[in-house]
């Protein structure tokens, strides 16, 4: 009777034991197998996640021809030779006025919804060579010396390359801008200056300087300087009101 008392009891230890270690932590009432997967389910939820995020913002070829950065920092590659076209009469102001050919359609097409609105929009200055610009620049440091004699000639190029942009640094030299109508400051109260802030981005195209943006661009606010880059880009550029170096400081994720 002691022995079989004896065996009872050990039983019952045993049972106790075994029940006490499954319920006593929660985490033993779940199959290892059954925790795998779920640990397996969420680091596949965690990369979808990563992936739709990646996937939200625009994806932009910052390698492409048309998002060239080109400012006082960044110079024309030598060598480059830009693929040009000539821009049609209709809305050229001078002859033989020239565009980057994969553009030209988009600009012809700016030019042509504006003339639909009532607005006239002539291309005053467009395409540059090197010789041109060189000759336009040099000319204006002769202006900033002759106005103020007390200043070099290193000094008076810093300040003439705030308004004209050095040989070589010139978005003109690489055929992808354009000046309307008129180089002067009152531009901006125009109807054509208008028509262009709200409608230039749908062709692709963007007011490359700006008073807000100066410290970013380098150059003095030109109304009259439109640059293409594109619409998918124009249009953020838009939406965000920001200047092409921003844009490209913002969307250019390349390392």
């Keep these: 009777?002691?022995?079989?008392?004896?065996?009872?009891?050990v039983f019952v230890?045993?049972?106790?034991?075994?029940?006490?270690?499954?319920?006593?932590?929660?985490?033993?009432?779940?199959?290892?197998?059954?925790?795998?997967?779920?640990?397996?389910e969420d680091d596949t939820d965690k990369n979808k996640n990563e992936e739709s995020n990646k996937e939200e913002g625009p994806v932009f070829d910052f390698k492409s021809w048309e998002l060239r950065l080109i400012?006082?920092?960044?110079?024309?590659?030598?060598?480059?030779d830009p693929e040009l076209a000539l821009i049609d009469k209709a809305y050229a102001g001078?002859?033989?006025?020239?565009?980057?050919?994969r553009a030209i359609d988009k600009l012809h097409e700016?030019?042509?919804?504006?003339?639909?609105?009532?607005?006239?929009l002539t291309v005053i200055s467009a395409y540059r060579t090197n010789e041109f610009q060189t000759n336009n620049f040099n000319r204006k440091v002769q202006r900033v010396m002759d106005a103020n004699?007390?200043?070099?000639?290193?000094?008076?190029?810093?300040?003439?390359?705030?308004?004209?942009?050095r040989p070589g640094t010139s978005e003109h030299q690489v055929g992808l801008a354009v000046d309307f109508n008129s180089v002067e400051d009152s531009f901006k109260n125009t109807n054509e200056y208008e028509w262009l802030s709200a409608n230039c981005y749908k062709y692709g195209f963007i007011l490359r300087y700006t008073a807000e943006k100066q410290d970013k661009t380098g150059i003095i606010p030109e109304p009259w300087h439109y640059r293409y880059v594109g619409v998918e880009a124009a249009t953020k550029i838009h939406e965000e009101n920001i200047c092409l170096?921003?844009?490209?400081?913002?969307?250019?994720?390349?390392?």
């Excluded at 319920?23 to 795998?36: E, I, M, Y």
């Excluded at 700016?110 to 607005?119: H, Y």
């Excluded at 004699?149 to 942009?165: G, S």
């Design 1 to 9: 009777m002691k022995a079989l008392i004896s065996i009872l009891l």
């Design 13 to 40: 230890i045993c049972f106790c034991a075994v029940g006490c270690s499954d319920f006593g932590d929660p985490t033993l009432s779940v199959n290892k197998d059954d925790q795998l997967d779920l640990i397996i």
């Design 71 to 80: 400012n006082p920092w960044n110079a024309i590659p030598e060598g480059f």
């Design 94 to 101: 001078f002859q033989n006025a020239q565009f980057d050919a």
């Design 110 to 120: 700016l030019c042509g919804a504006a003339a639909k609105d009532g607005i006239k």
């Design 149 to 165: 004699p007390a200043l070099t000639r290193e000094q008076a190029e810093v300040e003439a390359a705030k308004v004209v942009a």
């Design 245 to 255: 170096e921003e844009f490209i400081e913002k969307y250019n994720t390349a390392e």
